[in-house]
């Protein structure tokens, strides 16, 4: 698990102590992912299927890519395909992904790295292992974020950012026995280099075999931890939770994560997490396959623009330079 390490931990700035009046968010759902594939034929587990989107505002779905080892001439990705109306944000912990859309972004993420796309009024992209680990093989895990946009800016033109796993934010916790990553938002006064539109925090953590992390928790975030390996415990009552689950966290300006002690996988570094939050956006919702708008007219709209190509066209491979 590359993601980014630490050598020494303890250089690292601490999560500061919860004030004595803080809640612990209290657990109020866990659910289990199911596995499903995506794109050109890629393992996925679907972290946020059954649970209610009014618990996820402002997000709408979450995929887990990975963990896999492809055998050489295995690797797959996605062909073109559209989006409007949210925010994509696709996070690499093994492996490389290549990135192009057809406003002219793009990139290679790696090892720790983030693209995070603003789709706004509308573009098209595609993501795909490049030439050189489709003919290797190799280990593969990630993640793709999908963030609601509010009404005012659904519309707004696309963006992207590239966000450099050399820029993430880190700490430790008050134990020295956990990394803490913030890829977006501020977490115990280390901010994340992500730009959102939706006030929120994305965090992955790791937590040491026997280790607890207690993080300070906006009051007007929801609140959501999401296991990729490991054994572990979360919330006041510290309920049991694994590899695949999410768990759906109450009112409070605290959470609570703890790593056991014993690990059932032989080789598991600790607790390996996601935790994400964010200020609910409580608009109306209208999804369909890859648009999120707020009525069924936008809706048809949207489907009306891509097949007009009014969402851009498909560019050369290595062709930054955009057609929209």
Same mark, same amino acid.
Request: hydrophobic share 40%; proline share 9%.
């Given at each position: 698990?590359? /993601?980014?390490t630490v050598a020494d931990l303890t250089v690292l700035p601490r999560v500061p102590a919860p004030a004595p009046t803080a809640v612990q968010r209290p657990v109020r759902a866990v659910s289990t992912a199911p596995s499903g594939m995506e794109g050109e034929g890629f393992p996925v587990k679907r972290a946020f299927a059954g649970v209610d989107l009014r618990d996820l505002d402002p997000f709408i779905h979450m995929d887990e890519m990975g963990a896999v080892e492809y055998a050489p001439g295995e690797p797959k990705g996605t062909p073109w395909h559209p989006h409007r109306g949210f925010e994509t944000v %696709? ?106 539109? %939706?006030?929120? /925090? ?51 300006? /605290? ?70």
């Amino acid at each position: 698990m590359p /993601a980014v390490t630490v050598a020494d931990l303890t250089v690292l700035p601490r999560v500061p102590a919860p004030a004595p009046t803080a809640v612990q968010r209290p657990v109020r759902a866990v659910s289990t992912a199911p596995s499903g594939m995506e794109g050109e034929g890629f393992p996925v587990k679907r972290a946020f299927a059954g649970v209610d989107l009014r618990d996820l505002d402002p997000f709408i779905h979450m995929d887990e890519m990975g963990a896999v080892e492809y055998a050489p001439g295995e690797p797959k990705g996605t062909p073109w395909h559209p989006h409007r109306g949210f925010e994509t944000v %696709t996070y690499i912990i093994d492996g490389i992904f290549d990135h192009q859309d057809s406003f002219g972004g793009g990139g290679t993420i790696t090892n720790g790295d983030t693209q995070w796309m603003t789709a706004g009024s509308g573009i098209l992209h595609i993501e795909a292992p490049p030439e050189q680990l489709v003919v290797s093989g190799g280990l593969f895990h990630g993640f793709q974020l999908w963030v609601n946009l509010p009404k005012v800016d659904k519309l707004k033109a696309p963006h992207y950012q590239d966000l450099r796993s050399s820029e993430v934010g880190l700490l430790t916790s008050s134990d020295g026995g956990s990394l803490v990553r913030v890829i977006a938002g501020e977490v115990g006064g280390v901010t994340g280099p992500g730009s959102t539109h %939706t006030p929120m /925090a994305m965090v992955h953590a790791t937590v040491a075999p026997g280790g607890e992390l207690v993080l300070p928790w906006r009051k007007d975030f929801n609140a959501l931890v999401y296991v990729m390996s490991g054994d572990g415990f979360v919330g006041p009552d510290q309920t049991p939770i694994g590899p695949g689950q999410l768990a759906v966290l109450g009112k409070g300006d /605290a959470l609570r994560v703890s790593s056991a002690r014993t690990q059932q996988e032989r080789y598991a570094a600790g607790l390996d997490l996601l935790v994400l939050g964010g200020q609910p956006i409580r608009e109306p919702v209208a999804w369909a396959g890859p648009f999120v708008m707020n009525n069924r007219a936008e809706l048809v709209q949207a489907f009306e623009d891509y097949q007009a190509g009014r969402l851009g066209q498909p560019v050369p491979h290595g062709d930054v330079s955009g057609t929209a």
